[in-house]
């Protein structure tokens, strides 16, 4: 069992950055690969960024690539999704997400943290 609590969300302003968080309890955090996705109203969820248990492999949405940066810290526990020059259409609830392996698939991940919102005005 594996419990995720997402943290750093807010209101900011177009073009403003923002770091969200990850937390991760339970063992062996670093068997696992991280996702992050996003879900606007009346949307379905998407795919925002992955990355690979060991670092090497990092997968972004066309959306987002150049903007975003995903990162962890397995020491920590800990995934990071550094957001900049932020858009309103980046507005969304953002989730993270535990699976095997680095994938865009929502189905493919096993758990789930509960969302911050990120708001981003014009």
């Known amino acids: 069992q594996v419990q995720l609590v997402e943290s750093g969300g807010g209101l900011v302003q177009a073009g403003d950055s923002l770091r969200l968080s990850c937390a991760a309890s339970g063992r062996s955090f670093s068997s696992y690969a991280m996702g992050w996705f996003r879900q606007a109203p009346g949307k379905e969820r998407e795919f925002v960024a992955a990355?690979?248990?060991?670092?090497?492999?990092?997968r972004y949405a066309n959306s987002v690539k150049g903007r975003f940066t995903i990162s962890r810290d397995n020491a920590k526990n800990t995934v990071y999704l550094q957001m900049n020059s932020l858009k309103p259409e980046d507005t969304a609830v953002y989730y993270c997400?535990?699976?095997?392996?680095?994938?865009?698939?929502?189905?493919?991940?096993?758990?789930w943290g509960q969302g911050t919102q990120v708001t981003v005005s014009s």
């Open positions: 997400a535990v699976g095997p392996i680095e994938t865009v698939l929502p189905s493919t991940y096993n758990y």
């Open positions: 990355i690979s248990r060991n670092y090497g492999i990092t």
